[in-house]
């Protein structure tokens, strides 16, 4: 029986360890940048965009497809960064 409890509260404690990993995990913030850094997107950990900035030069120089291209980038960035930083739980 005591082993039984032990193993127990070593299940517990993986539980509550994973838990608090993934909640500092999931409120972290991650960036992209594309166009020399003149584009930025934030995404969340579950790759939400949550803000999108685009300088004013961005905007006047490229063309509308070049300008969505590097948006993209920015965005796909701040995902693979945000998925890269995903704890690996045993």
Known sequence: MDEAMAR????????RRA???????????????ADGGRIVATTDALGVLLDLSIHPLSRS?????????????????AERDAESAMPRLP
């Open 19 to 33: 838990e608090e990993t993934a909640a500092q995990w999931s409120a972290r913030r991650f960036t992209g940048r």
């Open 8 to 15: 127990l509260d070593e299940i517990l404690s993986s539980a």
């Open 61 to 77: 120089r490229l063309d509308a497809r070049r300008l969505a291209d590097e948006i993209l980038s920015a965005i796909t960035r």
